[in-house]
């Protein structure tokens, strides 16, 4: 992997490519990268190097993440990039498949998915982003810090399938029954109870369409 001033570097070359090689300077990376200039130095300054912006950057313009940042060749990969998407993972932020967990924070990192998983799982690209569980109230089918698989999309409660939801800022990853204006919060734990709520206190995030968990 290569240091911060590498990175800014092979930026600055293939900003100066598309310009006819004109001269390529800090403000015109953070502007490629869409991020606020003051916001680019400071990161800068702390060695922070902004990972998701740089892999949309490559993205759009179908560079290799591993040629860019492991310098290797293309003809090397044994998979086109074009076969792989960004997804946002939310490594702060834990849904909770036993009491309910509050979040305060929602940093974001990018992490690199085969479509194939998403195909198989029928997740939308677009709309699918990950948080890890928290709990066993959804054991055996969800474990402790498990990886959820969330189609931000797909809202539609059918009285069968897990959802994430907020309730009271509250995250949940429960089966949710909705009767008579209200939602039933399911576990698949018989240890657990149901947890009833009104229907203006919840907000559906997503349904769980996959589920990655550790052996």
Request: charged fraction near 25%; aromatic fraction near 14%.
């Amino acid at each position: 992997m290569q240091n911060y001033n590498e990175i800014l570097e092979k930026l600055k070359d293939i900003l100066s490519k598309e310009l006819d090689n004109k001269k390529v300077f800090n403000k015109d990376i953070a502007q490629a990268l869409n991020i606020n200039y003051d916001v680019f130095r400071k990161a800068k300054q702390y060695n922070r190097v902004p990972y998701w912006e740089i892999m949309q950057f490559l993205a759009k313009r179908n560079i290799s993440i591993n040629w860019f940042f492991f310098n290797q060749l293309p003809e090397s990969l044994i998979e086109n990039t074009s076969n792989y998407i960004i997804l946002k993972y939310y490594n702060n932020v834990t849904g909770s498949a036993g009491l309910g967990t509050i979040n305060y924070h929602l940093d974001q990192q990018p992490l690199i998915i085969d479509t194939q998983v998403l195909d198989y799982i029928n997740s939308n690209y677009k709309y699918t982003e990950l948080i890890k569980a928290n709990g066993d109230s959804m054991y055996p089918f969800i474990h402790e810090d498990s990886l959820i698989f969330v189609d931000t999309s797909n809202k539609d409660i059918n009285n069968k399938d897990i959802f994430v939801v907020n309730v009271n800022g509250e995250l949940f990853i429960k089966q949710i029954i909705y009767q008579d204006n209200s939602f039933t919060l399911k576990s698949f734990n018989c240890d657990y109870k149901d947890i009833n709520v009104k229907a203006d206190e919840l907000v559906v995030i997503g349904r769980v369409k996959g589920v990655l968990n550790k052996i």
